[in-house]
């Protein structure tokens, strides 16, 4: 019997329930199935915030030991302390055959590490590094989703050649460079003049029995749910679904300042928000209820896993408010439910979404549009329908986890070989 190959994945941190981190999760889990022998870890973990029962199933872990909750700045010194100290976590994986690194600093210790033991590394990259290359987005709300970051951001200010050096070596020494579909792709060969393979993340392609596919089931009909509090919700159909971390980048209050238009076609239609409350939440209760809709949005909270696959099943239409994503997962996510999307005809979702085929691209940033995209959806149940349909084979076709992790498979044996 062949030997198992062992790879470790290094991310760049596990501290809430982002894209980047479900790609990782889902990417372990896929070459375990395939007699891979993997572990994953990262400079932070955060087990309540980042897909709880994942990390535990997977046995997420960290380089160093987590400092106490009550440590200000805790997650940055230690993200700060696992870069530093990468060479030195070598010893610790000399069984390791392959390393993947996930963004930064998972590349650069992924980098260190493989170096130090004469064994093979890729990278995989959801964008570039956004602590030196910010988007448009990030200069208008602030990059960092925690503000212990900002710091950090002022360090690289000061130190800028040598991370752009550190960055650039790391990322482009490894043989492979995987990047999160063709658009975010180009972006990453212009900034670091290397060649990339696409390697777009994945979604779970349902049964094509477990579709809402009639009107019925679509239109009609409520239930409950209940979020990790605890804590009960009823939703009615039909409704509308948005899923992200709750961040400013997100821009959540375009589908807010599109539902009043909505509401006067659909006076009973909701839009359900999950995901853990943050101080941006409580900015988008404030603006619902300014703008009378806040009766009309749903906002249960942190959910399980299960919970959110049902919560897309069972939605008309999801929306993705995101100006400039690099790719949009959720996006594929709904069209893996059979669930047709509107979204920005700008960034990421262009190479997702099919306009008028699986969804609707809006002219970017006119809520109006986008408002007149979600009517359309709704409106024609026949049209809802064929979306949905036409969703659902794409994602088929051009977006499953198995195709996503037969590409990662394919750069693992290149590397080995």
């Given at each position: 019997?062949?030997k198992?190959?062992?790879?470790?994945?290094?991310h760049?941190?596990?501290?809430y329930?982002?894209?980047?981190?479900?790609?990782?999760?889902?990417?372990?889990?896929g070459?375990i199935?395939?007699g891979?022998?993997?572990?994953i870890?990262?400079?932070?973990?955060?087990?309540?915030l980042?897909f709880?029962e994942?990390?535990?199933?997977?046995?997420?872990?960290?380089f160093l030991p987590?400092?106490?909750?009550?440590?200000?700045?805790?997650?940055a010194?230690?993200?700060?302390?696992?870069?530093?100290l990468?060479?030195f976590f070598?010893?610790?994986?000399?069984?390791?055959d392959?390393?993947?690194?996930a963004?930064?600093p998972?590349?650069?210790i992924?980098?260190?590490v493989?170096k130090t033991?004469?064994?093979?590394?890729?990278?995989y990259?959801?964008?570039?590094?956004?602590l030196l290359?910010h988007?448009?987005?990030?200069e208008?709300?602030?990059w960092?989703?925690?503000?212990?970051y900002?710091?950090?951001d002022?360090?690289?200010k000061?130190l800028?050649?040598v991370v752009c050096?550190?960055?650039?070596?790391?990322f482009?020494?490894?043989k492979?460079?995987?990047?999160?579909g063709t658009?975010?792709?180009?972006i990453?060969?212009?900034?670091y003049?290397?060649?990339v393979?696409?390697?777009p993340?994945?979604?779970?392609?349902?049964?094509k029995?477990?579709?809402?596919?009639?009107?019925?089931?679509?239109?009609?009909?409520?239930f409950?749910?209940?979020?990790?509090e605890?804590?009960?919700?009823?939703i009615?159909?039909?409704y509308?679904?948005?899923?992200?971390?709750h961040?400013?980048?997100k821009?959540?209050?375009y589908?807010?300042k599109?539902?009043?238009f909505?509401v006067?076609?659909?006076p009973?239609?909701?839009?359900?928000?999950p995901g853990?409350f943050t101080?941006?939440?409580?900015?988008l209760?404030?603006?619902?209820?300014?703008?009378?809709?806040?009766q009309?949005?749903?906002?249960p909270?942190?959910?399980?896993?299960?919970?959110?696959?049902?919560l897309y099943q069972?939605?008309?239409v999801?929306?993705y408010t995101?100006?400039?994503?690099d790719?949009?997962?959720?996006i594929?996510?709904?069209m893996g439910w059979?669930?047709?999307?509107v979204?920005?005809?700008?960034?990421?979702?262009?190479?997702?979404?099919?306009n008028?085929?699986?969804g609707?691209?809006?002219k970017?940033?006119?809520?109006?549009d986008?408002a007149?995209?979600i009517v359309?959806?709704?409106?024609?149940?026949?049209?809802?329908?064929e979306l949905?349909?036409?969703?659902w084979?794409h994602?088929k076709?051009?977006?499953s986890?198995?195709k996503?992790?037969?590409i990662?498979?394919?750069?693992?044996k290149?590397?080995?070989?």
């Open positions: 019997m062949s198992k190959i062992r790879v470790a994945i290094f760049c941190g596990f501290i329930s982002g894209g980047g981190e479900r790609i990782v999760l889902e990417e372990a889990k070459l199935r395939k891979y022998e993997v572990e870890f990262g400079p932070t973990l955060d087990p309540k980042c709880p994942e990390v535990r199933n997977l046995g997420v872990r960290t987590q400092l106490p909750s009550f440590i200000p700045a805790r997650h010194f230690t993200m700060l302390a696992s870069a530093i990468a060479p070598a010893l610790r994986f000399k069984d390791v392959i390393f993947l690194g963004n930064q998972g590349a650069w992924a980098y260190c493989a033991l004469r064994k093979p590394y890729f990278v990259m959801n964008q570039p590094n956004r290359y988007r448009e987005i990030d208008e709300v602030n960092q989703n925690l503000k212990e900002y710091f950090i002022d360090l690289i000061m800028r050649p050096y550190i960055d650039r070596i790391s482009t020494k490894g492979t460079i995987l990047v999160n658009y975010i792709g180009d990453i060969r212009k900034i003049k290397a060649e393979d696409n390697c993340a994945g979604a779970f392609v349902q049964k029995s477990d579709i809402r596919s009639s009107r019925k089931s679509i239109y009609q009909g409520d409950k749910v209940k979020n990790l605890g804590k009960d919700f009823s009615k159909k039909p509308i679904f948005l899923t992200n971390r961040v400013p980048q821009r959540f209050e589908a807010i599109a539902l009043p909505v006067k076609k659909f009973d239609i909701s839009l359900v928000v853990p101080s941006y939440t409580n900015e209760k404030k603006l619902a209820k300014s703008l009378n809709v806040f009309n949005i749903i906002f909270g942190q959910i399980s896993e299960g919970l959110l696959q049902k069972e939605s008309a999801y929306v995101s100006p400039e994503e790719f949009g997962m959720g594929i996510e709904a059979g669930v047709p999307v979204a920005w005809n700008h960034a990421g979702p262009t190479v997702t979404v099919v008028n085929k699986t609707y691209l809006a970017p940033y006119s809520v109006e986008f007149k995209k359309s959806v709704i409106s024609d149940k026949n049209k809802r329908v949905g349909k036409n969703a084979e994602v076709k051009n977006f986890w198995q996503h992790v037969d990662l498979e394919k750069a693992i290149q590397e080995i070989n």
